[in-house]
């Protein structure tokens, strides 16, 4: 009986970093897969864009809905910039074709050890 009842804290947890991954992906190709198309109109790679972007508030904001059982709002807006940065590092190598240098590992790093400290809980 203590999987049943850990269930929705089980849920909680996992559920908002999955779907902020998939919502992401959304997100990533929404901003930035347009780059492969530089001869499209403007106007048409926004209009497309925001369509996918619609999709990663469909799943962005039950992430949050979900997560904020568990998760503070920092706690949820880290994890969501952190995610953000290794599907973006995933995106720009394989669909751009861009290299990822040791200035982008050093950067991301830093970012990574901001957000360490907001899961760490008080100082002091």
């Known amino acids: 009986m203590a999987f049943a009842t850990s269930w929705p804290t089980l849920a909680s947890t996992l559920a908002p970093i999955l779907l902020l991954f998939a919502s992401n992906v959304f997100m990533t190709f929404a901003w930035y897969g347009h780059l492969k198309f530089p ?4 106007w048409l790679v926004v209009v497309a864009s925001w369509g996918i972007a619609f999709f990663e508030y469909c799943l962005a904001v039950p992430a949050n809905r979900i997560g904020h059982a568990v998760w503070s709002a920092a706690e949820l807006k880290t994890m969501q ?14 669909y751009l074709g861009e290299a990822l240098t040791l200035n982008h590992v050093v950067g991301f790093a830093l970012v990574a050890a901001g957000a ?6 008080p100082l002091g």
């Not at 001869?39 to 403007?42: Q, S």
């Open 81 to 94: 910039e952190i995610i953000t940065l290794i599907v973006f590092a995933a995106f720009s190598v394989t």
């Open 39 to 42: 001869d499209k109109a403007l």
């Open 116 to 121: 360490f400290f907001i899961f760490m809980g």
